[in-house]
């Protein structure tokens, strides 16, 4: 295999998944797999679900092409299907929440029993972690959380499919460049099949991928990263996950953050997303998912830097000039992340939402509150997450 055999595989799972995606929209409408709209939804009415089987549908034709041969590969097309499935059921007749844990458990546990694990990892100066027996029980822990964190961030139209695509592209290169052909492969044919999703579901969307697609994803995601990227012996290896689904993660964290601390059930359904709070503070959906997109693509950008740019020899003595582009690339990042999550999701929110507070008063012939109050009141909203949208 080669690297033209990637891109080959991108191509293939874009064009199915294309044209799939109608069908499927169909499938859903048929059998009732309908997401009407809800309070916690940012959807305008009734959208079919089970856009991931177009996903599936992508992934495989284009694995079976090009990832047949690979034993460890096929057990990751094997959970693929498993977990689609169990994910399309999930969307027909919403099963609850152990049984799906389940279904997720199960799912991931046909690659690891493949040999897609984890067995050690290096760690900047703390050197080499053997995990040992631990590695089957970490890697399966490791597959469940990253589809939940995809899972999380399915929340408006394009939003998860988009940055599925940053990201698996990302990882393409990344694993291209270390030699990890057939994780490049799979990872641009995950690429490819999220992407070609994308065209109908970019808002207004026509379909939503639902559980089987946002299941779908996190495992493959999860299996391009173990088997791309964490077994290599690249001493930045292990941060290239972080870097590069780190918008999911930081999204994901904060709200099961914020479930624990007001003792609600992690798996409950709430508004605290960032998607959700960006909507809330005035923006268009297009608007919330290209500023998430561009979050992204920054943070891929570091990992990328990190990959490619020679800021240091096999010594560990820097490049001046080199090691200059790279902090410059990271300072982009990080203050894409302060813009994003500070400047938007708070100091604008709470300077909105008390003119706001100022306006409600005013048109019901009161006078406004005092400052205090209208401090406090915008405090607890920032905290509990419970508010209205400024609008559009």
């Known amino acids: 295999m080669t690297e033209l055999d990637a891109l080959l595989a991108f191509l293939i799972a874009a064009l199915v998944a294309l044209i799939v995606t109608p069908l499927t929209a169909r499938l859903a409408a048929r059998v009732g797999a309908v997401d009407r709209p809800s309070e916690r939804g940012l959807g305008d009415g009734p959208t079919p679900r089970l856009g991931g089987l177009a996903l599936l549908a992508g992934v495989l034709v284009a694995g079976a092409v090009f990832l047949a041969d690979d034993p460890e590969m096929r057990g990751v097309l094997l959970g693929a299907a498993a977990i689609a499935v169990i994910g399309a059921v999930d969307d027909a007749i919403d099963l609850p929440p152990v049984l799906k844990l389940a279904g997720q458990v199960g799912a991931a546990s046909i690659p690891v029993l493949s040999g897609v694990e984890v067995r050690d990892f290096t760690l900047p100066l703390a050197g080499p972690i053997d995990l040992g027996h631990a590695a089957k029980p970490v890697t399966l822990f490791g597959f469940v959380a990253a589809m939940n964190v995809v899972n999380f961030t399915d ?75 964490l077994k290599t012996a690249a001493v930045v290896a292990f941060f290239f996950p972080l870097m590069i689904l780190a918008v999911p993660i930081l999204d994901s964290g904060f709200v099961v953050a914020k479930r624990i601390k007001h003792r609600r059930p992690v798996y409950e359904a709430d508004r605290w ?120």
């Open 155 to 229: 929340g408006v139209d394009g939003l998860a499919a988009g940055v599925c695509t940053i990201a698996a592209a990302t990882f393409a290169v990344i694993a291209l460049s270390l030699g990890r052909i057939e994780a490049g492969t799979l990872a641009a044919l995950t690429a490819g099949a999220a992407v070609g999703f994308l065209r109908h579901n970019f808002h207004p969307a026509s379909v939503f991928m639902g559980d089987s697609g946002s299941n779908l994803l996190g495992l493959l995601l999860a299996a391009v990263a173990i088997q791309g990227v």
């Open 273 to 392: 997303h960032f998607h959700h709070r960006f909507a809330n503070i005035g923006f268009s959906q297009r608007r919330t998912v290209l500023y998430l997109y561009a979050w992204t693509l920054s943070l891929a950008a570091l990992a990328l830097a990190l990959r490619f740019v020679p800021y240091s020899d096999d010594f560990g003595h820097l490049d001046a000039a080199w090691t200059i582009v790279v902090v410059a690339v990271g300072l982009v990042a990080l203050a894409a992340s302060v813009y994003l999550v500070y400047v938007l999701e708070i100091l604008k929110f709470r300077r909105f939402r008390a003119r706001q507070l100022r306006r409600e008063a005013m048109r019901h012939g009161a006078p406004p509150p005092p400052e205090p109050a209208i401090a406090a009141e915008v405090e607890r909203e920032v905290e509990t997450g419970d508010f209205e949208s400024v609008g559009r």
